[in-house]
């Protein structure tokens, strides 16, 4: 799988609390932004996968 360049603008503030948030966990500020995405997206994925699951086996709502 190949890599692509996002670039974003982020305000001062945001970017600093980034980096903190960052190094509380020894990452650079891409490592954890990147990482906090894929642990959004897998969550999405994996939410997604329990509905789906649910309404196949006609469960309403038991959780």
Wanted: charged share 35%; proline share 0%.
């Amino acid at each position: 799988m190949g890599t692509t360049v996002l670039s974003l603008r982020i305000d001062g503030e945001l970017l600093e609390r980034l980096r903190q948030h960052a190094a509380k966990r020894g990452m650079s500020v891409q490592d954890y932004v990147v990482r906090t995405l894929i642990r959004d997206d897998f969550d999405q994925r994996f939410r997604t996968a329990v509905e789906e699951t649910e309404r196949f086996y006609g469960v309403n709502g038991v959780r």
